[in-house]
């Protein structure tokens, strides 16, 4: 993982916040990161109580399915959620809030539970759960307030739909919120599902999808090293990234690969085009569901 000079980043997420960063601390170059070699976390699948949800019938698709992560690759809002969580983790452990920061972003991909979990396996666990309560109400109260999608996601959206790929969401966030901010900015219309947080973690969430799918070519749509390890992890879903520059962190579209990306950029802008190149063929014998071919093409015309 790569840590980029103490600069403003001009692409990739946006760093906005209500409060400007405090100033770099010379110290923070010495920041040790909790990502442990290349392994996969062992704190990786911890996430909130699952709740029971009716079984969907399975079902043939067009073309495909493109599963999207949310925070980071549908909607920017990385830098935002990394100074509430740096104040977050400052107020209940007392981490200097640069290096909580750091510390946030190495190991976002992961429910913020699991992350508390990994940085602070000594502390009470009411004392993680109070402040992971506390870091999802002001989520919600000071980023997902400010927040708006990439700019090229809507239109990367309508040629997907067009193409009849069948889009559905993954987050690690709560299904009603993310349901909520992707109604709000006019996207929701193009997403046949949504799992988030109540329904597991993301492997499970891919676990399901490939159920609900199956044999359908499958991508998934992360931002990070955990989005990436999810993929890997699920037979014949394969990972895609967007590759991030925030202020004082870079990761990069060579660390996306590197933990398992097929392809990795900065914008989403190509993904239709490269998606295609990479799509597996239908199985023998599958015949597209009418229906969704109906829903594909009604989206296609909006």
Same mark, same amino acid.
């Given at each position: 993982?790569?840590?980029?000079?103490?600069?403003?980043?001009?692409?990739?997420?946006?760093?906005?916040?209500?409060? /400007?960063?405090?100033?770099? $601390?010379?110290?923070?170059?010495?920041?040790?990161?909790?990502?442990?070699?290349?392994?996969?976390?062992?704190?990786?699948?911890?996430?909130?109580?699952?709740?029971?949800?009716?079984?969907?019938?399975?079902? /043939?698709?067009?073309?495909?399915? +493109?599963?999207?992560?949310? $925070?980071?690759?549908?909607?920017?809002?990385?830098?935002?959620?990394?100074? +509430?969580?740096?104040?977050?983790?400052?107020?209940?452990?007392?981490?200097?809030?640069?290096?909580?920061?750091?510390?946030?972003?190495?190991?976002?991909?992961?429910?913020?539970?699991? #992350?508390?979990?990994?940085?602070?396996?000594?502390?009470?666990?009411?004392?993680?759960? %109070?402040?992971?309560? *506390?870091?999802? #109400?002001?989520?919600?109260?000071?980023?997902?307030?400010?927040?708006?999608?990439?700019?090229?996601?809507?239109?990367?959206?309508?040629?997907?739909?067009? #193409?009849?790929?069948?889009?559905?969401?993954?987050?690690?966030?709560? &299904?009603?919120?993310?349901?909520?901010?992707?109604?709000?900015?006019?996207?929701?219309?193009?997403?046949?599902?949504?799992?988030?947080?109540?329904?597991?973690?993301?492997?499970?969430?891919? *676990?399901?999808? &490939?159920?609900?799918?199956?044999?359908?070519?499958?991508?998934?749509?992360? $931002?990070?090293?955990?989005?990436?390890?999810?993929?890997?992890?699920?037979?014949?879903?394969?990972?895609?990234?967007?590759?991030?520059?925030?202020? $004082?962190?870079?990761?990069?579209?060579?660390?996306? %690969? &590197?933990?398992?990306?097929?392809?990795?950029?900065?914008?989403?802008?190509?993904?239709?085009?490269?998606?295609?190149?990479?799509?597996?063929?239908?199985?023998?014998?599958?015949?597209?569901? /009418?229906?969704? &071919?109906?829903?594909?093409?009604?989206?296609?015309?909006?």
């Amino acid at each position: 993982m790569s840590r980029a000079p103490k600069t403003r980043a001009t692409k990739g997420h946006s760093d906005s916040a209500p409060l /400007p960063p405090p100033p770099p $601390d010379p110290a923070e170059e010495e920041i040790p990161l909790p990502v442990i070699g290349g392994a996969t976390s062992q704190y990786a699948e911890v996430g909130h109580l699952v709740t029971e949800e009716p079984t969907v019938a399975p079902a /043939p698709v067009p073309k495909g399915v +493109v599963v999207f992560d949310l $925070d980071g690759t549908i909607i920017d809002d990385i830098g935002l959620i990394s100074h +509430v969580a740096a104040d977050v983790m400052a107020t209940a452990f007392g981490t200097p809030t640069g290096e909580a920061r750091i510390h946030y972003l190495a190991t976002t991909g992961m429910p913020f539970e699991a #992350q508390l979990a990994q940085l602070y396996p000594g502390a009470a666990p009411g004392l993680r759960a %109070q402040t992971a309560r *506390t870091f999802h #109400q002001r989520k919600i109260q000071e980023a997902y307030k400010l927040a708006k999608p990439f700019p090229e996601i809507p239109k990367v959206l309508k040629r997907l739909s067009q #193409q009849q790929w069948t889009l559905v969401v993954s987050t690690g966030a709560e &299904r009603e919120m993310a349901d909520l901010v992707l109604e709000r900015e006019g996207l929701r219309y193009w997403f046949e599902a949504v799992l988030g947080s109540g329904q597991g973690t993301k492997r499970e969430h891919l *676990t399901e999808y &490939r159920r609900r799918y199956p044999g359908a070519s499958m991508f998934l749509v992360g $931002d990070s090293r955990f989005d990436m390890e999810a993929a890997a992890s699920i037979p014949e879903v394969r990972a895609v990234g967007r590759a991030s520059s925030l202020h $004082d962190w870079t990761l990069t579209p060579t660390d996306l %690969q &590197r933990w398992g990306a097929v392809w990795a950029d900065y914008s989403l802008g190509a993904l239709p085009d490269v998606i295609d190149e990479l799509a597996l063929p239908p199985p023998r014998g599958t015949e597209p569901n /009418p229906s969704r &071919r109906s829903a594909s093409a009604r989206r296609g015309k909006k």
